[in-house]
């Protein structure tokens, strides 16, 4: 599957940029507020809903619009795909196209494209809290376990149902028991998938990491923590812990409390690492949730890597664009200057560099044919 053309409309200061001629691989080099990733934010905006820097749409939207706009055309194995995303800035329902029909759901869209994002924000996934690591295993079961998705939102409506109870405090326990029960049912199922997935993910982890830096890595070993007693069903704990429970108003124990600690030869690898090597790690479950889900389903992500050069070493950035080259992804890179990523691609033929500067994206070959 490979994005053919882009269209976008009013994202940040790019008031209209059209790209009729995309690659594999797709590098993107401009001076900081030149606009290049703002073209990553579109990327993510027409896939997942929303750019990868904020929630809300508005700081997205340029200055003085009503609306964005990004249109998509892709190649896949069953033929043309085309794509389309409006979002507003008073907050109307999304109008999102899928080979112009309207779709039903935004699941849509995320489900027939996979997207991975390497940024700034993807030390989290070392740095942060749970919800950042939770997030990551949930989202690759959303794209290689057809039941994950279902019994995830059944699950997070009978949690919603029994904090709501537990805030209320002064009433009957047999309801709060009765959303214990319908809520352990699915969280079980849950924990299940994580740690099936979890099986399955660490040596895919393992494989791309040696190529990444097959020495500073050493000893990478990952632990997931549940989120309530290994011993115990969470039926039982969650019944004997509704006392508690009801004094701190929320649901203590169960999935969403789960965790994933990431270890480098018994020290924390947030403590142990530094940030280039915690750039390459993240990079590493990033491409191996890639690997895995290629392997499962056969489907290639598309993968936005924003500012590639920064934090990394000559060598670490050659390793890093070898194994894009290698993962046969469609990739859509950002990096400062295109010195940075000099002679970093084997097939130059599967590359087409970009300038950016003041929301003007032009093909390098253009420039360089005009002088």
């Given at each position: 599957?490979?994005?053919?053309?882009?269209?976008?409309?009013?994202?940040?200061?790019?008031?209209?940029?059209?790209?009729?001629?995309?690659?594999?691989?797709?590098?993107?080099?401009?001076?900081?507020?030149?606009?290049?990733?703002?073209?990553?934010?579109?990327?993510?905006?027409?896939?997942?809903?929303?750019?990868?820097?904020?929630?809300?749409?508005?700081?997205?939207?340029?200055?003085?619009?009503?609306?964005?706009?990004?249109?998509?055309?892709?190649?896949?194995?069953?033929?043309?795909?085309?794509?389309?995303?409006?979002?507003?800035?008073?907050?109307?329902?999304?109008?999102?196209?899928?080979?112009?029909?309207?779709?039903?759901?935004?699941?849509?869209?995320?489900?027939?494209?996979?997207?991975?994002?390497?940024?700034?924000?993807?030390?989290?996934?070392?740095?942060?809290?749970?919800?950042?690591?939770?997030?990551?295993?949930?989202?690759?079961?959303?794209?290689?376990?057809?039941?994950?998705?279902?019994?995830?939102?059944?699950?997070?409506?009978?949690?919603?149902?029994?904090?709501?109870?537990?805030?209320?405090?002064?009433?009957?326990?047999?309801?709060?028991?009765?959303?214990?029960?319908?809520?352990?049912?699915?969280?079980?199922?849950?924990?299940?998938?994580?740690?099936?997935y979890l099986d399955n993910l660490l040596p895919a982890c393992h494989a791309v990491i040696a190529q990444l830096s097959p020495d500073a890595m050493v000893g990478l070993e990952a632990t997931y923590s549940r989120g309530w007693s290994k011993d115990v069903a969470l039926e039982h704990a969650l019944i004997a812990g509704i006392e508690k429970d009801l004094q701190q108003g929320f649901t203590r124990q169960g999935p969403h409390r789960a965790d994933l600690k990431i270890m480098i030869d018994e020290g924390t690898a947030a403590e142990t690492l530094s940030r280039g090597q915690l750039k390459i790690l993240a990079a590493g479950f990033h491409l191996a949730q890639t690997n895995l889900l290629h392997a499962k389903t056969g489907k290639k992500s598309i993968l936005l890597v924003d500012d590639l050069s920064a934090e990394l070493d000559r060598s670490h950035r050659q390793s890093l664009c070898s194994a894009l080259e290698d993962s046969g992804l469609q990739v859509f890179v950002t990096s400062v200057e295109p010195e940075d990523l000099a002679n970093c691609w084997s097939n130059t033929n599967d590359v087409e560099m970009f300038h950016v500067e003041r929301g003007h994206i032009t093909p390098l070959s253009e420039i360089t044919q005009g002088n």
């Amino acid at each position: 599957m490979l994005i053919q053309r882009l269209q976008i409309s009013h994202i940040r200061n790019l008031s209209r940029a059209s790209l009729p001629r995309l690659n594999r691989i797709n590098v993107f080099c401009g001076i900081n507020g030149s606009g290049k990733t703002s073209l990553l934010e579109a990327l993510h905006l027409l896939i997942m809903g929303k750019s990868f820097r904020h929630a809300m749409v508005r700081p997205v939207l340029q200055e003085g619009e009503a609306e964005c706009t990004v249109f998509a055309e892709l190649s896949t194995s069953a033929g043309r795909l085309t794509l389309g995303a409006q979002r507003y800035r008073d907050g109307s329902k999304p109008l999102l196209k899928i080979n112009g029909a309207p779709a039903n759901a935004l699941s849509e869209l995320v489900e027939l494209v996979p997207m991975q994002v390497l940024s700034a924000d993807s030390f989290e996934l070392i740095l942060g809290g749970p919800g950042f690591r939770r997030e990551f295993l949930d989202r690759g079961l959303f794209h290689v376990e057809p039941k994950f998705y279902p019994v995830w939102r059944l699950a997070q409506r009978a949690l919603k149902q029994r904090n709501s109870l537990l805030r209320h405090g002064k009433i009957s326990t047999d309801q709060i028991i009765l959303w214990s029960r319908e809520y352990a049912r699915y969280g079980e199922e849950i924990d299940r998938m994580r740690r099936h997935y979890l099986d399955n993910l660490l040596p895919a982890c393992h494989a791309v990491i040696a190529q990444l830096s097959p020495d500073a890595m050493v000893g990478l070993e990952a632990t997931y923590s549940r989120g309530w007693s290994k011993d115990v069903a969470l039926e039982h704990a969650l019944i004997a812990g509704i006392e508690k429970d009801l004094q701190q108003g929320f649901t203590r124990q169960g999935p969403h409390r789960a965790d994933l600690k990431i270890m480098i030869d018994e020290g924390t690898a947030a403590e142990t690492l530094s940030r280039g090597q915690l750039k390459i790690l993240a990079a590493g479950f990033h491409l191996a949730q890639t690997n895995l889900l290629h392997a499962k389903t056969g489907k290639k992500s598309i993968l936005l890597v924003d500012d590639l050069s920064a934090e990394l070493d000559r060598s670490h950035r050659q390793s890093l664009c070898s194994a894009l080259e290698d993962s046969g992804l469609q990739v859509f890179v950002t990096s400062v200057e295109p010195e940075d990523l000099a002679n970093c691609w084997s097939n130059t033929n599967d590359v087409e560099m970009f300038h950016v500067e003041r929301g003007h994206i032009t093909p390098l070959s253009e420039i360089t044919q005009g002088n």
